[in-house]
């Protein structure tokens, strides 16, 4: 079964949110190994701190992310995908022996770029920005759906 790791910077504290990924994560148990990883965000409040807390997360990604997966990295400046794009990746990655995918997303600040340079794929979801604890919920359905559409049910329309 594909494992799927998701690291986050920061914690959901919001009920509405961890509600949300909860229910994602009881629909996903049918398709894969979830396991999702919050490390705590570095505070910083200017440009010089923003980049020493950035630098201080990467330390923490790393020592997170499994050795053999296939490393996402969600980001602005990555790449777009449709729905069924990404499904198709997803599926691509498991027939070519991919066992475990592994997402980061990043704080309010952003990813390191040490950790974007290890990326096999730097995604976005939009030009738009979100909250990354949003940001989250709408992965986990993503994925979600990329298995539904897969298996080829009515979910995706």
Known sequence: MLSVDIICVGKLK????????????KRMGAYC????????????????????????????????????????????EGKLLSSEALSEK???????????LCFIIGGSNGIDE????????RLSMSPMTFP?????????????RAFKIEEGSGYHK
Not at 14 to 25: I, M, Q, T, V
Not at 114 to 121: G, V
């Open 90 to 100: 997803i599926t691509s990655l498991k027939c070519s022996g991919k066992s475990r």
């Open 114 to 121: 040490s950790i974007k340079a290890r990326a096999e794929l």
């Open 33 to 76: 190994k979830l396991n999702i990883v919050e490390l705590a965000e570095t505070p910083a409040a200017n440009e010089s701190e923003i980049r020493r807390a950035l630098s201080a997360e990467a330390e923490r990604i790393s020592a997170k992310i499994p050795k053999d997966a296939y490393l996402i990295c969600m980001c602005i």
């Open 132 to 144: 990354h604890h949003l940001a989250r919920v709408m992965l986990l359905e993503q994925i979600y």
């Open 14 to 25: 919001e009920k509405f949110f961890a509600d949300a990924c909860d229910e994602y994560k």
